[in-house]
């Protein structure tokens, strides 16, 4: 048997590649950042041909780690950001203008103009709320913008893809134009009951059917990668968006089965089953990963900025020199003395979206500094996962018994007590973090049998630390009131006139 399982992880900030083997363990793994465009405010985009060169060059120096060959790499995963836009020519694979990134505001005037009867049939038919944060309007964007897209567009001469899309197109030479269910509803344009695109929908954003990529379960064999790019072909075989392969690489296979990924944004997810839950509460209905032609559905409350806050810290106000001393810094001091901060760098997500919030800080006092400061930022991450599970478990009428984390910031220790505080429930940590990844890297080895059955890879799980509540019932309720308010300042400083 072959000796890896090759995940292309691809996020908002940078490319990587993990290669596994059978018990599920990292052997190898390569990471590099790229470039961030703001070109004006709310604005957010990526270069696709970095996005590309970035990805391609981790692999292969992961590989390059462990002497790994085309001839050892069982199959390829990739997962993905998600409702990140690509748009480029068919004949030449040039793109005709950057990625827009899921961040991105620039379309809200765009998302405004929907009339209520549209509003209304794309969340019953896409299960999203509809909001600037998805595909379509990308799209829109740039065949409205860039000169000559539409007329190239309507003459079926360029595509769109998310990410993954975008990777496999290049991983195959042009021959895979080609997406997965979950990257597909996140897209605004899919039918998640029907599995196809929306003909109506497409019209009134002025899509052409002809941009559109094939749809396919997330394992499914998509193609292989072209033999002059790597010397060889390796199958393409698991495509997840991150989120549906974090819950997939943490074993969520069962209807109730509930995670929160803390990356640059953070997602919680809950599996329900067969049966779409049209929520009443703010959150979004998504398809899960899996390698059936009949899909399972989640839940899934969409927080935009999560580990992105502490990035700020560090970058643009310099508070701390690298991501992993915020811990450190906020258990300098014992609380934020009763400040809030309220991270809606680009609106609020679930259960509140709210496209025109921006960043609030309140109830700051002279003994105010930057170590509370963090802590306050930390503590922001903790407090929306609250508000996305209060919703959640109203819409699914069920108790959370415990919650499943992973991604970067949940090697934080504070903010994982903080989280298990404010929540009132056990926070299970597993020994492996890196479940977006090994998701897609699940995926792909299932579906060419390196893996034989889901229970196999229950057994390679193993939780490294549970943390428990440790705050009152008078403590968690006096923050989360306080919390509600800094929300209510955010959004009425969106409506001022």
């Not at 990805?55 to 060959?69: F, S, W």
């Not at 258990?331 to 709210?354: C, I, M, Q, R, S």
Request: hydrophobic share 40%; proline share 3%.
């Amino acid at each position: 048997m072959k000796k890896y399982i090759m995940a292309l992880d691809q996020g908002t900030t940078s490319s990587r590649c993990i290669l596994f083997n059978k018990k599920g363990e990292i052997v190898s793994v390569s990471q590099k950042e790229f470039t961030q465009i703001y070109p004006q405010p709310g604005w957010v985009e990526h270069d696709p041909k970095e996005i590309w060169s970035t990805q391609i060059g981790v692999a292969a120096e992961a590989a390059m780690k462990v002497g790994a060959t085309t001839e050892n790499i069982a199959a390829i995963g990739i997962t993905n950001q998600r409702e990140t836009t690509i748009v480029w020519n068919k004949k030449t694979g040039e793109p005709v203008y950057n990625a827009i990134v899921w961040q991105c505001r620039r379309t809200a005037p765009i998302i405004d103009a929907i009339p209520e009867d549209m509003q209304q049939k794309i969340k019953e038919r896409t299960g999203l709320i509809p909001d600037a944060y998805f595909s379509a309007s990308k799209i829109k964007w740039i065949l409205d913008n860039v000169k000559g897209a539409k007329k190239a567009a309507q003459a079926g001469d360029l595509l769109f893809g998310t990410v993954d899309t975008w990777l496999m197109w290049n991983l195959s030479g042009g021959k895979i134009h080609a997406t997965d269910y979950t990257n597909a509803s996140r897209t605004m344009l899919f039918d998640i009951k029907k599995l196809c695109w929306d003909e109506e929908i497409l019209e009134y954003f002025g899509i052409p059917k002809s941009m559109l990529p094939e749809v396919h379960p997330s394992g499914y064999m998509y193609g292989n990668t072209a033999v002059e790019l790597i010397s060889g072909e390796i199958p393409i075989c698991g495509v997840a968006g991150d989120q549906q392969s974090s819950l997939f690489g943490l074993c969520g296979f069962q209807k109730g089965d509930v995670k929160n990924t803390y990356g640059t944004g953070c997602f919680l997810l809950m599996n329900t089953g067969k049966k779409a839950i049209e929520s009443k509460n703010g959150l979004l209905t998504t398809i899960a990963a899996g390698r059936s032609e009949k899909v399972d559905y989640v839940l899934e409350g969409s927080i935009f900025i999560g580990g992105a806050v502490v990035q700020w810290l560090r970058d643009e106000m310099e508070v701390v020199k690298k991501s992993s001393a915020s811990e450190k810094a906020a258990k300098l001091v014992d609380d934020t003395e009763g400040a809030y901060f309220v991270p809606a760098f680009t609106g609020l997500g679930a259960p509140h979206w709210n496209q025109e919030a921006r960043g609030t800080m309140v109830g700051i006092t002279r003994g105010f500094n930057k170590n509370h400061l963090t802590r306050a930022c930390l503590e922001s991450i903790c407090y929306q996962t609250h508000d996305v599970i209060k919703a959640m478990e109203a819409d699914a009428k069920c108790k959370l018994k415990s919650l499943k984390v992973d991604g970067g910031a949940s090697n934080n220790n504070m903010l994982m007590q903080f989280q298990s505080d404010i929540v009132n429930t056990a926070i299970e940590r597993p020994k492996m973090v890196e479940n977006t990844a090994l998701g897609a890297a699940y995926l792909a080895g299932l579906t060419v049998g390196y893996w034989e059955s889901e229970e196999e890879l229950k057994k390679n799980q193993k939780i490294a630390k549970v943390f428990t509540p440790e705050m009152s019932k008078k403590e968690r309720d006096m923050k989360i009131k306080g919390w509600n308010r800094a929300v209510e300042t955010a959004k009425f400083w969106a409506n001022m006139e």
